[in-house]
């Protein structure tokens, strides 16, 4: 016969056990939240249009090392949403604007700290990559002070980088909401047919040889 204090001593334990376990899990998932560590895997299951895609990312998932490493190349690849921001002339653009380019996509503000520091590298990746086949669109979402991003891309030297914007920031949101942006800088890598190739929550060196090769390959057709 069991004792009654034995059962609740082993209950107890049980609940400390899955309260613990529950701590350690939110907490992990609260510093991925916060400083964007980790890979970001594509939803389960493939638009019909983005085949060609998922077989690209599997061409450019051994590449994802080195400065790259943190980048998560999908499985399963999806469209992403039709994002809506504007040109440095206020025009309406959309992801839409650049089916049949490659895109690297990427999410900065003047207040994250290491968006400034990626942005060179980004530059230097539009340089060396940019054409009618490939670019970085690199979209602002500062809501104040609106006159600040183009001032500061000027002062640190950024050229070869068109200046997009939403000061709405809906379009983080937008990510958000599929689970595509956890924190800034958020970056994906999109297909000519605006289909997900990988994403990295947090920086990268662009500029790095990684990127490159990692770049270019999904280039290839």
Known sequence: MTDPQDAARSHAKKRLALVLLGGVVGVTVGLAGI????RLMGNAGTDPACQAAVETAGRIAPLAHGEVAAVGVVKASKILPTLAFKDASGADKTLADWRGRTVLLNLWA???EPCRKEMPALDALQAKLGGPDF???AINIDTRNTDKPKAWLKDVGIR???YYADNSAKVFQDLKSIGKAFGMPTTLLIDPSGCELAALAGPAEWASDDAIKLVT????K
């Open 35 to 38: 400083y964007g560590i980790g």
């Open 110 to 112: 003047t207040w994250c």
């Open 135 to 137: 670019e970085v669109v």
């Open 160 to 162: 070869k980088l068109d």
């Open 217 to 220: 390959a999904a280039l290839k």
